[in-house]
C-alpha cells in the first residue's frame, strides 16, 4: 500500500473517534440532567416523607419503653415471688430442712435490699414491713434452732474418754497419776512427755459444726451478738465444768488444805497435776477448736465467748494450785511443789496460745502468777529445809553408831533433788539471772549437806563412848559421800569435795582406833612396868604377866561384847575397819605370846591366862559391827 492511500486511512479512523467522543460526550451530559432532576426529586420525596419518620420512631421508643417496664414490672413480680416462696419456708420453720431456711433468711434479706433501693414503687413501703417483721420472726426461731443444737450435741467427756486420747505413760491403767512408769526415774519420764502425743476429743461431731457456724453467721447479720454470745457461753461453759467436775476437780480453799492429813493432800496434788493437763491439753484445746469453728469470721466475739466458757474451770482449777503455794511450808511438801511447778510450766506455750487473746488475759496472768508462787515457795521452803536439818533435836539416838534416820532422810532427799535438776534450773532463772542455775544448785546441795554435817556433830556429843562417837561419825559421813558419788550430786559437789570428805572419814575411823585399842595395847607391852628392867622376858616376874594376860583378857572381852553390839552398815568400810584393828592387835599379841607365853603355860593353870590364841583373836574381830544383840548390853 502506498503512502497516500495509509494516510487516507488514518483520517477515517481520526474522524471515527472524534464522532465517538461527541457522542458520549451528548450521553454524559442527557445523563447528569437526568441525575439532577432524580436529585430535585429526592429532596421532595424526603420533605414529604419527614413526618411519617417521626412517627415512627417515637412508635419505636414506645415499644422499648413498654419493653423495659414489662421486664422492670417482671423483676418486681419475681421478687414478690421470692418473697412468698421465703415465706412459705420461714413459717415452716429450721427443723425438717435447715439449709433451706437458711437460704430463705438470705433470699429475704436481698429482697429487702431490693425493695429498700426501689422506694418509689407504690407498694414498697409494706412489702418492706412484711419483710422486715418476717425476718425478725425468721431470726427468733434462728436462736431457738441455735440454742436447741447447741445444747442436743455439747454433752460432758466421760473421763475414760479423756484417758484415751493421753500418751499410754500416762493413762490410768498403767499406774495412779504422778507415778507413772516407776521403772523411770523422774528426769526420765519427763523426758518422755517431752514427745508424747495428745490427741484432744471430739466435743461436737463434725457434721454438726458447719450448721452452728451458718447459724451464727445469720444472728451476727441480725446484729444479735449479744443473744448467741449467752447463748453459746452458757451452754459451752455448764458442758466444760461438768466434764472437769467428772474427773473428780474441786474448788478446795487455803483452810481446807490445811486441814487435810498429808497422805490425803499429797494424792489430791498428784491428781490435780494429772488434771491439769488433761484440762489444758484435751478440754481447753478442744474448747479452743470449735470456739473458732463455729464462730469463725467473729473475732471479737470468737475470742471473748472462748474467755467466758472456761473462766471458771480454770479459776476451780488454779484455785487449788494457789491454796497450795500459800499454805504452810514443810520439807516434805517441796517435791510436790516442785511438780506443780513443772506441769505449770510444761504447759505454760498451750497457755499462751489457748489464753492469748485480749479477753484471756486475766486467766493467763493468773497461770503465770501461780507458776511464779509455786517458785518462790520452793524456794523458801529449801530455806526452811536447810534451817530444819541444822536444828533438827530429834531425841532419836542410834545406839549401836550407826547411819542416823536424819542423815539418810537428808541424803535421799538430795538425790531425789537431783531427779529435778532441769526443773531446779528453770525455778532459779525465775529469781537470778545474774549467777548460773548450775552453780545455785550447787550452793543449795552444799548448805543442805553442811547443816546435816553440823548436826551430825551434835548428835555424835550424846554417845559417852569416844570410840563409839568417832564410829558414828564415820559411819554417817561415809554414808553422805558414797551416796553423793553415785548421785548427780556429784557433778554438782565436784571431785574435791568428795576427796575432802573422804579424808575426813578416814580421820574418824583412825581416832576410833586410837580410842579404841590404844589402852589394850599397852598390856601387851612391859615398858614401864615394874620389875620389868631392859624389858628383857628374863627381868620381868611371872606375877607381872599373868596380870597383863588377865587385864588382856578383861577388856578384850569388854570390847568384843560392846563393840560387836556396834554397827558398820557399809561391808566395805566394815571389812577395812577390822582390817585395820587386826594390823595393830594381832601382830603385837603373837609378839606378846612368844615372849611371855613359856613362862604362863609351863605354870599352873596356863588357860586361865591365855585364853585365847591369835586365831581366835582373829575370829572374834569379824564379829566387830554386825549389831548383835546381848542380854546385858553395855553402851
Same mark, same amino acid.
Given at each position: !500500500?502506498? $503512502?497516500?492511500?495509509?494516510?487516507?486511512?488514518?483520517?477515517?479512523?481520526?474522524?471515527?473517534?472524534?464522532?465517538?467522543?461527541?457522542?458520549?460526550?451528548?450521553?454524559?451530559?442527557?445523563?447528569?440532567?437526568?441525575?439532577?432532576?432524580?436529585?430535585?426529586?429526592?429532596? %421532595?420525596?424526603?420533605?414529604?416523607?419527614?413526618?411519617?419518620?417521626?412517627?415512627?420512631?417515637?412508635?419505636?421508643?414506645?415499644?422499648?419503653?413498654?419493653?423495659?417496664?414489662?421486664?422492670?414490672?417482671?423483676?418486681?413480680?419475681?421478687?414478690?415471688?421470692?418473697?412468698?416462696?421465703?415465706?412459705?419456708?420461714?413459717?415452716?420453720?429450721?427443723?425438717?430442712?435447715?439449709?433451706?431456711?437458711?437460704?430463705?433468711?438470705?433470699?429475704?434479706?436481698?429482697?429487702? /435490699?431490693?425493695?429498700?433501693?426501689?422506694?418509689?414503687?407504690?407498694?414498697?413501703?409494706? $412489702?418492706?414491713?412484711?419483710?422486715?417483721?418476717?425476718? %425478725?420472726?425468721?431470726?427468733?426461731?434462728?436462736?431457738?434452732?441455735?440454742?436447741?443444737?447447741?445444747?442436743?450435741?455439747?454433752?460432758?467427756?466421760?473421763?475414760?474418754?479423756?484417758?484415751?486420747?493421753?500418751?499410754?505413760? *500416762?493413762?490410768?491403767?498403767?499406774?495412779?497419776? @504422778?507415778?507413772? @512408769?516407776?521403772?523411770?526415774?523422774?528426769?526420765?519420764?519427763?523426758?518422755?512427755?517431752?514427745?508424747?502425743?495428745?490427741?484432744?476429743?471430739?466435743?461436737?461431731?463434725?457434721?454438726?459444726?458447719?450448721?452452728?457456724?451458718? =447459724? %451464727?453467721?445469720?444472728?451476727?447479720?441480725?446484729?444479735?451478738?449479744?443473744?448467741?454470745?449467752?447463748?453459746?457461753?452458757?451452754?459451752?461453759?455448764?458442758?466444760?465444768?461438768?466434764?472437769?467436775?467428772?474427773?473428780?476437780? &474441786?474448788?478446795?480453799?487455803?483452810?481446807?488444805?490445811?486441814?487435810?492429813?498429808?497422805?490425803?493432800?499429797?494424792?489430791?496434788?498428784?491428781?490435780?497435776?494429772?488434771?491439769?493437763?488433761?484440762?489444758?491439753?484435751?478440754?481447753?484445746?478442744?474448747?479452743?477448736?470449735?470456739?473458732?469453728?463455729?464462730?469463725?469470721?467473729?473475732?471479737?466475739?470468737?475470742?471473748?465467748?472462748?474467755?467466758?466458757?472456761?473462766?471458771?474451770?480454770?479459776?476451780?482449777?488454779?484455785?487449788?494450785?494457789?491454796?497450795?503455794? /500459800?499454805?504452810?511450808?514443810?520439807?516434805?511438801?517441796?517435791?510436790?511443789?516442785?511438780?506443780?511447778?513443772?506441769?505449770?510450766?510444761?504447759?505454760?506455750? #498451750?497457755?499462751?496460745?489457748?489464753?492469748?487473746?485480749?479477753?484471756? !488475759?486475766?486467766?493467763?496472768?493468773?497461770?503465770?502468777?501461780?507458776?511464779?508462787?509455786?517458785?518462790?515457795? +520452793?524456794?523458801?521452803?529449801? @530455806?526452811?529445809?536447810? #534451817?530444819?536439818?541444822?536444828?533438827? +533435836?530429834?531425841?532419836?539416838?542410834?545406839?549401836?553408831?550407826?547411819?542416823?534416820?536424819?542423815?539418810?532422810?537428808?541424803?535421799?532427799?538430795?538425790?531425789?533433788?537431783?531427779?529435778?535438776?532441769?526443773?531446779?534450773?528453770?525455778?532459779?532463772?525465775?529469781?537470778?539471772?545474774?549467777?548460773?542455775?548450775?552453780?545455785?544448785?550447787? +550452793?543449795?546441795?552444799?548448805?543442805? $549437806?553442811?547443816? =546435816?554435817?553440823?548436826?551430825?556433830?551434835?548428835?555424835?556429843?550424846?554417845?559417852?563412848?569416844?570410840? *563409839?562417837?568417832?564410829?558414828?561419825?564415820?559411819?554417817?559421813?561415809?554414808?553422805?559421800?558414797?551416796?553423793?558419788?553415785?548421785?548427780?550430786? /556429784?557433778?554438782?559437789?565436784?571431785?574435791?569435795?568428795?576427796?575432802?570428805?573422804?579424808?575426813?572419814?578416814?580421820?574418824?575411823?583412825?581416832?576410833?582406833?586410837?580410842?579404841?585399842?590404844?589402852?589394850?595395847?599397852?598390856?601387851?607391852?612391859?615398858?614401864?612396868?615394874?620389875?620389868?628392867?631392859?624389858?628383857?622376858? @628374863?627381868?620381868?616376874?611371872?606375877?607381872?604377866?599373868?596380870?597383863?594376860?588377865?587385864?588382856?583378857?578383861?577388856?578384850? #572381852?569388854?570390847?568384843?561384847?560392846?563393840?560387836?553390839?556396834?554397827?558398820?552398815?557399809?561391808?566395805?568400810?566394815?571389812?577395812?575397819?577390822?582390817? +585395820?584393828?587386826?594390823?595393830?592387835?594381832?601382830?603385837?599379841?603373837?609378839?606378846?605370846?612368844?615372849?611371855?607365853?613359856? !613362862?604362863?603355860?609351863?605354870?599352873?593353870?596356863?588357860?586361865?591366862?591365855?585364853?585365847?590364841?591369835?586365831?581366835?583373836?582373829?575370829?572374834?574381830?569379824?564379829?566387830?559391827? &554386825?549389831? /548383835?544383840?546381848?542380854?546385858?548390853?553395855?553402851?
Amino acid at each position: !500500500m502506498g $503512502v497516500p492511500q495509509a494516510m487516507g486511512a488514518l483520517r477515517e479512523r481520526a474522524a471515527f473517534v472524534r464522532e465517538s467522543l461527541q457522542k458520549s460526550q451528548t450521553i454524559t451530559d442527557n445523563m447528569v440532567s437526568i441525575l439532577g432532576s432524580f436529585d430535585y426529586r429526592l429532596s %421532595a420525596l424526603e420533605t414529604a416523607m419527614r413526618p411519617t419518620q417521626i412517627r415512627t420512631h417515637s412508635i419505636r421508643k414506645a415499644h422499648e419503653n413498654i419493653d423495659k417496664t414489662l421486664k422492670s414490672a417482671e423483676v418486681i413480680l419475681a421478687q414478690f415471688d421470692l418473697t412468698r416462696k421465703a415465706e412459705a419456708k420461714i413459717l415452716k420453720g429450721p427443723h425438717e430442712d435447715l439449709e433451706s431456711y437458711l437460704e430463705a433468711i438470705d433470699q429475704l434479706r436481698a429482697n429487702i /435490699k431490693f425493695f429498700s433501693s426501689n422506694k418509689s414503687l407504690k407498694s414498697s413501703d409494706g $412489702v418492706l414491713t412484711q419483710c422486715n417483721n418476717l425476718l %425478725a420472726k425468721a431470726i427468733s426461731k434462728l436462736e431457738d434452732e441455735f440454742r436447741q443444737l447447741l445444747k442436743n450435741y455439747s454433752k460432758p467427756v466421760e473421763p475414760d474418754r479423756l484417758f484415751d486420747c493421753l500418751p499410754n505413760s *500416762l493413762r490410768p491403767s498403767s499406774g495412779p497419776p @504422778g507415778q507413772e @512408769g516407776d521403772s523411770k526415774s523422774h528426769a526420765e519420764h519427763q523426758k518422755s512427755l517431752q514427745a508424747a502425743i495428745y490427741t484432744p476429743p471430739t466435743l461436737i461431731p463434725p457434721r454438726v459444726l458447719p450448721l452452728l457456724h451458718d =447459724l %451464727a453467721q445469720q444472728m451476727v447479720l441480725a446484729g444479735h451478738q449479744q443473744q448467741l454470745f449467752r447463748i453459746y457461753r452458757d451452754t459451752r461453759a455448764s458442758v466444760l465444768e461438768q466434764s472437769i467436775r467428772k474427773l473428780g476437780v &474441786e474448788r478446795l480453799s487455803k483452810d481446807d488444805v490445811q486441814k487435810m492429813p498429808w497422805e490425803v493432800l499429797e494424792a489430791k496434788i498428784g491428781s490435780w497435776i494429772h488434771h491439769m493437763r488433761i484440762s489444758v491439753k484435751l478440754l481447753f484445746a478442744g474448747e479452743r477448736k470449735i470456739c473458732d469453728q463455729i464462730l469463725d469470721g467473729v473475732h471479737s466475739l470468737r475470742d471473748q465467748c472462748f474467755a467466758e466458757v472456761t473462766a471458771n474451770s480454770v479459776s476451780m482449777l488454779l484455785s487449788f494450785g494457789e491454796a497450795i503455794a /500459800k499454805s504452810k511450808r514443810s520439807p516434805e511438801k517441796l517435791f510436790v511443789l516442785l511438780d506443780m511447778y513443772e506441769i505449770m510450766r510444761e504447759l505454760q506455750s #498451750e497457755i499462751q496460745f489457748l489464753f492469748g487473746s485480749k479477753a484471756c !488475759m486475766e486467766m493467763r496472768e493468773s497461770a503465770f502468777s501461780l507458776t511464779k508462787r509455786l517458785a518462790q515457795t +520452793a524456794q523458801e521452803t529449801f @530455806g526452811d529445809f536447810e #534451817e530444819a536439818v541444822e536444828k533438827d +533435836a530429834t531425841k532419836t539416838t542410834v545406839f549401836d553408831g550407826t547411819v542416823h534416820p536424819l542423815t539418810s532422810y537428808v541424803i535421799n532427799y538430795v538425790k531425789f533433788l537431783f531427779d529435778y535438776r532441769s526443773t531446779l534450773k528453770l525455778l532459779f532463772e525465775e529469781f537470778d539471772t545474774t549467777h548460773p542455775p548450775e552453780s545455785q544448785l550447787a +550452793a543449795v546441795t552444799t548448805r543442805i $549437806v553442811l547443816a =546435816l554435817q553440823n548436826n551430825l556433830d551434835g548428835k555424835s556429843k550424846q554417845y559417852k563412848d569416844p570410840a *563409839l562417837t568417832q564410829l558414828f561419825l564415820m559411819n554417817n559421813i561415809h554414808y553422805i559421800v558414797r551416796s553423793v558419788r553415785r548421785s548427780e550430786a /556429784k557433778d554438782v559437789l565436784g571431785d574435791d569435795w568428795v576427796q575432802i570428805q573422804r579424808r575426813i572419814v578416814q580421820q574418824h575411823a583412825n581416832q576410833y582406833k586410837r580410842v579404841s585399842w590404844a589402852k589394850i595395847l599397852q598390856c601387851l607391852t612391859v615398858q614401864g612396868a615394874p620389875g620389868s628392867g631392859g624389858g628383857d622376858s @628374863g627381868s620381868i616376874s611371872r606375877g607381872i604377866v599373868k596380870d597383863r594376860f588377865k587385864t588382856f583378857n578383861a577388856q578384850f #572381852e569388854e570390847i568384843h561384847q560392846r563393840q560387836s553390839q556396834w554397827t558398820v552398815p557399809d561391808s566395805e568400810l566394815r571389812e577395812s575397819l577390822r582390817l +585395820a584393828v587386826a594390823e595393830v592387835l594381832l601382830p603385837a599379841y603373837r609378839s606378846f605370846i612368844k615372849r611371855f607365853g613359856p !613362862m604362863i603355860e609351863n605354870g599352873k593353870n596356863p588357860t586361865k591366862y591365855i585364853r585365847y590364841r591369835p586365831e581366835d583373836l582373829e575370829r572374834m574381830l569379824n564379829e566387830f559391827f &554386825e549389831g /548383835k544383840t546381848w542380854n546385858d548390853p553395855k553402851r
